[in-house]
């Protein structure tokens, strides 16, 4: 225990020397002065060298007046027709000061987006977001026009979460787009958003999306406090947020999901539930989240119920098998032979006895193979992708076989479970790892190992409860008039009638 102590405190040392610790203290605000020229020269100073910062300096009525834009982050025609020409061809004749930039934000200019702030912090971040900022002399306040106009990804397919009849439309990187996806699904004022600012460095925006005659307020003020206590200096997408949501119960599982369709997320928030939107990120935050929706999707609702029950059968099954499939074939093979058929004791014995490895050093070996593969043709170009699929197929496949690295039933058992893997692809993170997991325990222990875990497994995703609302409900704790949508699903005619609620479901 005292070496452990040592070592980690070494070890933090040795993270000390190369990080730096961020400040958690709100920066203070740096008021506008009213000299014209020390704005600037601060703004200047912010900014440095910037070569897409533009400065465009103009006198409206005598008054000089400036204007500040990143070049690239607004849409120029948009900043000239609505902000800059009726500014500077107006009258202040008798306006001056901060009464000129409350005339040109409410009289003169005809954008809709704006805002007046006497922070010149908050102005550049707002210029860097796409705003054009507008100053003069004698004002302690400035006003941003909003003209954002910078490059965007247009709305296409999701690339993901495939479904038959549902929805063509997917999120993109920009969360104005995605909520305005949402808003026309939700045509009702309850549909409420938020913003919050996250990043010490980035200023990400966040939104954070709910219903408010639906969600519990203390699961939306929760959500909005660790957002604003987040300690992060950098967010370039929903992950990063990620763990300061969930959980702190150590989990394979999660208490926070996402998606990439606006339907789904639509769905979510009619349900009480709190969905957060990162800028510059093309899916959606859910919490809480709970197990069994893991086995839900859209098609589900847009199906006959006895299809859509089928169908959740189906995936539970191909969850079970992509874990414990390897590690029972593995158990049944080393400790439990007198468990397999007669006329499959010799056939199995013999393709086993070929190879050089025990069974249990094969399974992990093999399904260590196709993890490597699987992930070199997920992040090789998509013209040398195929080429992965090919040789990975050959290797592993019937070169492998024919070799005598590894048996036939074992490839057959490779292949059942890469499939049943891909069935629940939300789950696949904790399926990898559990799947080696079990391959180990039914190695050395048997099944009753592999019972032991999987009692260890349910133990742990029961006692994850994010936001109050238990994991694994409503199977534990029981409540069942939520199994009206857990397997089997009632029709359209009687779960149309009452809407179902998370916060129903806590303890």
Known sequence: MIRMVIFMNWFNKKVDEITVKERNEKPEKKPIDKDLQKNVAYIKQQFGDAFDVKYRKYNASGKEIIFIMVDGMCNNLLATEQVILPIIEADFTDEKGDKLIHSAADRVSASIDKAITNDLDEAIREAIYGSIIMLTEEAQFAVMFGVQGFPKRSVDEPSTEMQERGSRESFVESFKDNVTMIRRRVRNPVFKTQIVEVGNTTKTKVCVCYMSDRVERKILEEVIERLKNCTIDTVLG?????????????????????????????????????????????????????????FHSLDDYLKRPYYATFIRVLKIAAFLLSVFLPGLYVAVCTFHQEIIPETMVFAITGQESRTPLPVMFEAFFIHLIYEIVREAGLRMPKSVGHAISIVGALVIGDSAVTAGIISAPMLIIVGLTAVSSFVVSTLYEPVAVMRFAFIIIGGFSGLYGIMMGFAAVLVNAAAINPYGVPFTSPLSPTKIGAWRDLIVREDWRKMGKRKMLVQKLEK
């Open 238 to 294: 929903g992950g990063y947020l990620q763990s300061f949501l969930d959980t702190k119960q150590p989990s394979l599982f999660s208490g926070v999901g996402f998606t990439e369709r606006p339907d789904v997320l639509t769905a979510k928030i009619s349900e009480g539930k709190v969905c957060i939107i990162v800028d510059g990120t093309p899916n959606a935050l859910i919490v809480p989240y709970l197990f069994v929706e893991h």
